[in-house]
Each structure stands twice: as C-alpha cells, then as structure tokens.
C-alpha cells in the first residue's frame, strides 16, 4: 500500500452499492495507473455500500467515508476538501460515478493529458455500450458535418459529442462521470461544484457542466478531452428523483445553466428559453413515463419560488 499517491479517484455515491461493486471499483482494479487513492464519500441509508467497499478484495488504497452532508455536490466538494488535506502529494482529482466502468489505460490517459496539455479539467470520454441504432449512426455523421461531434455549449445546455469525438481536443466542459480536475482549482482558484444544484432532492442535474464550464469560460484554464480511455455508463436503474422534485431540479437548474452560458441574456434569447423550458417539462413526461401532470405543474412552482427568492 502506497502512502503518497499521485492522483485521487472520488466517488459521491449514495444507495448504489450494487452497481459500485459491479462496475465502478472493479474498473479501477484493472487500470494500468497504480499510483492513486480511491476515496468513496457515501450518503446511503444502509451499510450495503461501506461492505462493498470494505469487504472487497481491492487492489488498490480505497477509504471508506459517510457523507456529512447529503447531495452530489456537496459529497464532491467535501470529498475533494478531504483529499486536499489529507494527501498533499495529489496533484489530480479524478471524479467518476458508481455506475461507470474505466478502460484500462483511462486514469493513464488523464494523468498523461494534464502532463501534455498543462489543462485544468480533463474529460473522459463516454463510449456507448451497445452498438447504435441507426437514428444514431444518422445523428453522428449530422455531428460530425456541423463539427458538434465535441462536448460543446449549445444556447441553452450542452453537447455531449459523438461516439468518435475525437481524443487530446479542448473542449468547453467535462462529463461528472469521468472528469480529471487540477487540484489548484479547488485550493488556488476556490471554485467548487455549486451545490444550488442540488436544491430539489440531493442529485445535481448539470452541476459538471457548470462546474467546468464556469473554468473554460472565465479563462482560468483549458478543458481538454483525455489522450486515451473512455469509460462506459451503465443506468443504474434507480429513479433519482420522483417526477414532482425531476420537474422542479430541471426547472431550477436549467436556468441556472442558462445564467451560467449568457448571464442575464438579451431579451429575445430568454423569450426563446421560455419556450424552450415548456418543451422541456412535455418532454420529461414522456421520458419519466408518467402523465403525471399535476406533480409537475408543482414542481415547476416550486423551482419558479426558488428562482424569485434568488432575485
């Protein structure tokens, strides 16, 4: 067991212990990059997941910890404040999800990227478990010909790239399920995920995007795609949130990603976000498979008296 690792490896989890054992620890035992920490920074309601941590046969320096506070945010910030402290020779913080599966060679690529590129945030490509569809392969060549094929801003939220986006390339933010971050951003610059995100139910719906994005924006330092690895998102198939408090997060922090892209916007553009957001809330009907419209209509009140509270 090492005592001055190079690199940090958080994991914000919470009532996921199946898939942390399933994909996310077993991923980091196969990495190529040995000198890192893994700390798991857990807000379940049960011990399931310190057992999976602590009963494994891991590899690697893992430390098990119980969240103070309950939210992704909140468990990254107070997780990456620990590593701070706790190992001075960390250069690197790398955060990923319980629910997400390393390659091999990715902690290689992002320490190799942070070395090449002098970046702040490196991001780890997402690669596609199953082959695509053909509506997919349709929609990644119409990236690739508007060179949207990148993790991008677009006017209101942001791009994930394509399946073939390409390694090295700087783009605007990095995904939470496999992001690289310098630890000078936290200690030096003091910029942090913004727990507003969280405000509705604990899950932080594009706190990474405002999080990296907020750093590539302001010039405080480059994102940059990783040389090499990927990693594989498999849903782990809880709900996060129920349909009253999705409707009142997407409500909520689509504006403040709004605010984080344009700040106050010109008059015209938040007359198209209006009708933008309406489509949002009949889109997530559908995609949460409930008509449930009474729950929505709530949540959308409840995040419109959390916007007029902020002013």
Known sequence: MFITPDLAVVIATKD???????????SLNRSEYRDFVCVVWDASGDDATREAVEGGSWGF?????????LGSSSQRNDAARYVLEAFPSVGYVVFID???????EALKGVRAAFRETRALIVNIRMKPIAPPSFRGR?????????GTNRH????????YGGDDEPGGIEVDWASGGGMGVDVS??????????????RFGGYALGEDFAFSFYVSRKGLGRVVNSREGYFLHYAAGLPRLDVENLAASKWYNFHLL???IHGKGKPWLRAWFKLFMCAAAVKLLFRARSFDVPAVLRGISAARGALAERG
């Open 16 to 26: 996921r212990a199946e898939a942390i054992r399933k994909y996310a620890l077993p």
């Open 61 to 69: 320096q893992i430390l098990y910890f119980r969240a103070s506070r």
């Open 98 to 104: 319980d629910d997400s599966e390393l390659s091999p």
């Open 138 to 146: 349709v929609l990644q060549a119409a990236k690739r010909f508007l």
């Open 152 to 159: 991008g801003a677009t006017p209101f939220l942001y791009n």
């Open 185 to 198: 951003v936290f200690r030096d610059l003091s910029v942090f995920f913004t727990e507003e995100f969280q």
């Open 258 to 260: 709004f605010e984080t």
